[in-house]
């Protein structure tokens, strides 16, 4: 149980282009989901937290209108880094905390995408 | 949120205890202590968590002394797959557990044969 996936495991993506990073709590539902970054040899951070229905809350520095995230369902976030430029490659991570069936203090997270901006 | 801090890297041989120790000097009342295992281009992987004295799993033991100031992650015969990053983390787990984790830098944790 317990199982957060991440959808692309990795992208390549040209400059000026969006991408689109899926995340889902696949045999739980989570009306909390978190994303995080992480740069080379670095610890992660948190970028923004997301709620099912309501809009995300960005940590200080974290430009919401370049990481659009959407929360659309009680399994589905989204991430999208618009107008992407290689500042921009890093190593995005998502994860999701349960409301049932699963350990709810506990986040769980997802594999990781790589994203690396041409 | 109680900031934590834990030795850079640790080196073992397969087959050793190997106890990570981390201080968190202003955890708070309702603050649990968690840690965290990641591997390389991989997402962290929950170990263990515990309020107080001691939690023991499958995969770890955690201790923590009455005044909660630190905490030791405890892996038994470690293998060279145990290599990877351990993070500490304080986490506020009062009214849900809807509260963000701040990770620290980590210890590497590298076992040799």
Known sequence: GAVVSQHPSRVICK?????????RSLDFQATTMFWYRQFPKQ???LMATSNEGSKATYEQGVEK???LINHASLTLSTLTVTSAHPEDSSFYICSAIGTSGVSTDTQYFGPGTRLTVL | LAKTTQPISMD???GQEVNITCSHNNIATNDYITWYQQFPSQGPRFIIQGY??????EVASLF????RKSSTLSLPRVSLSDTAVYYCLVVNNYGGATNKLIFGTGTLL????
Not at chain 1, 15 to 23: F, L, Y
Not at chain 2, 52 to 57: D, E, F, S, Y
């Open chain 1, 15 to 23: 400059s000026g282009t969006s991408v689109k990073i899926e995340c």
């Open chain 1, 43 to 45: 610890s992660l951070m």
């Open chain 1, 65 to 67: 209108d370049k990481f």
């Open chain 2, 12 to 14: 073992s041989y397969e």
């Open chain 2, 52 to 57: 107080k004295t001691k939690v023991t799993n």
């Open chain 2, 64 to 67: 923590i002394p009455a005044d």
């Open chain 2, 110 to 113: 590298a076992v040799q044969p």
